[in-house]
């Protein structure tokens, strides 16, 4: 059986593609389930699978986060590995997506835990938003927060992989936006395909304007997970996030990369980090091919854009 990857609610598990991406396994929060039988579920996802990949949101309540780090302790388990990365929902739901696609492939637990990393730079998450006023996860200016409080404004926001933000409708930028002027966040300059999630901004602005300018490959949309209105700051949103589909391209960045073997857990890692132990990789001695960059993923991005 593959490894499993593992959420921590329901709203982050994507349809699957094909019938090859295997689902993933939901882990319940403390309010739902005890913890007798959050031992009894996660030990059964051992036995049957061998390792666990578990993507663990930022917004994650502290009790959740709790429950899963004592239920590894108790089992006293090295087959768990916890994945801190920073997207907003809709993009980790894409980045888990991927795991499960490259769940299947002839990866090492080691390589499909520290590979989140990777993908993760490769996805365009954001959102359009009628106000920016809470927005707290995005650097917003001054101008940026007075305009919110008009009543038609709305805001094109991009967190990942570079923070960016476009007020609809303003002049200068040279592209069509929500009120005639406006423009885009900057889009990927790879094949993608575009999801997004409706909350309770009526526009059409995503699919109809934004999609053809970043000119993906596809467009699906998904119900809202329950978490994006506080982690946006607003109810009133659509979220997006464009992302790699194809699970042969991925299987080759990932793939590409060269590979280590953490010196405190014995797993195979690529990046500079263990997805395992979450152990930092030990810089190779000076002139050796390979030696540690500032981006452990520098030669990775050029090659996927060319």
């Given at each position: 059986m593959p490894t499993a990857i593992a959420v921590t609610s329901a709203d982050l598990v994507l349809p699957a593609p094909d019938r090859h991406t295997p689902a993933a396994a939901v882990l319940p929060p403390p309010g739902q389930i005890d913890l007798e039988g959050s031992l009894a579920h996660t030990a059964g996802l051992l036995e049957r699978h061998g390792h666990l990949v578990v993507v663990v949101p930022p917004?994650?309540?502290?009790?959740?986060?709790?429950?899963?780090?004592?239920?590894?302790?108790?089992?006293?388990?090295?087959?768990?590995?916890?994945?801190?990365?920073?997207?907003?929902?809709?993009?980790?739901?894409?980045?888990?997506?991927?795991?499960?696609?490259?769940?299947?492939?002839?990866?090492?637990?080691?390589?499909?835990?520290?590979?989140?990393?990777?993908l993760s730079h490769y996805v365009h998450a954001g959102a359009l938003l009628g106000s920016v006023a809470k927005l707290d996860r995005v650097p917003v200016g001054l101008k940026a927060h007075a305009k919110s409080w008009a009543p038609s404004a709305q805001f094109a926001?991009?967190?990942?992989?570079?923070?960016?933000?476009?007020?609809?409708?303003?002049?200068?930028?040279?592209?069509?936006?929500?009120?005639?002027?406006?423009?885009?966040?900057?889009?990927?300059?790879?094949?993608?395909?575009?999801?997004?999630?409706?909350?309770?901004?009526?526009?059409?602005?995503v699919a109809a304007e934004?999609?053809?300018?970043?000119?993906?490959?596809?467009?699906?949309?998904?119900?809202?997970?329950?978490?994006?209105?506080?982690?946006?700051?607003?109810?009133?949103?659509?979220?997006?996030?464009?992302?790699?589909?194809?699970?042969?391209?991925?299987?080759q960045l990932v793939a590409s990369v060269r590979r280590e073997e953490c010196r405190w857990c014995g797993y195979e890692l690529i990046g500079d980090r263990c997805g395992f132990c979450a152990a930092p990789l030990t810089a190779p001695p000076p002139g050796r091919p390979g030696a540690a960059t500032t981006d452990p993923y520098a030669g990775q991005y050029s090659r996927s854009r060319s």
């Amino acid at each position: 059986m593959p490894t499993a990857i593992a959420v921590t609610s329901a709203d982050l598990v994507l349809p699957a593609p094909d019938r090859h991406t295997p689902a993933a396994a939901v882990l319940p929060p403390p309010g739902q389930i005890d913890l007798e039988g959050s031992l009894a579920h996660t030990a059964g996802l051992l036995e049957r699978h061998g390792h666990l990949v578990v993507v663990v949101p930022p917004w994650l309540p502290a009790a959740a986060v709790r429950r899963l780090h004592t239920v590894r302790a108790i089992l006293e388990s090295d087959r768990i590995a916890f994945l801190d990365i920073d997207l907003p929902p809709l993009g980790t739901a894409l980045l888990v997506r991927q795991l499960r696609q490259l769940s299947v492939c002839d990866f090492s637990p080691g390589v499909l835990a520290s590979a989140a990393r990777l993908l993760s730079h490769y996805v365009h998450a954001g959102a359009l938003l009628g106000s920016v006023a809470k927005l707290d996860r995005v650097p917003v200016g001054l101008k940026a927060h007075a305009k919110s409080w008009a009543p038609s404004a709305q805001f094109a926001v991009l967190a990942n992989p570079a923070p960016h933000l476009v007020k609809l409708g303003a002049p200068g930028h040279g592209a069509h936006g929500a009120h005639g002027g406006g423009g885009f966040p900057p889009g990927p300059e790879f094949a993608t395909h575009l999801t997004f999630a409706r909350g309770q901004l009526a526009s059409d602005w995503v699919a109809a304007e934004l999609a053809p300018a970043w000119r993906v490959q596809g467009v699906m949309e998904n119900p809202l997970p329950a978490d994006s209105p506080a982690w946006w700051g607003t109810p009133k949103l659509v979220e997006f996030a464009a992302a790699i589909p194809d699970p042969a391209v991925l299987y080759q960045l990932v793939a590409s990369v060269r590979r280590e073997e953490c010196r405190w857990c014995g797993y195979e890692l690529i990046g500079d980090r263990c997805g395992f132990c979450a152990a930092p990789l030990t810089a190779p001695p000076p002139g050796r091919p390979g030696a540690a960059t500032t981006d452990p993923y520098a030669g990775q991005y050029s090659r996927s854009r060319s």
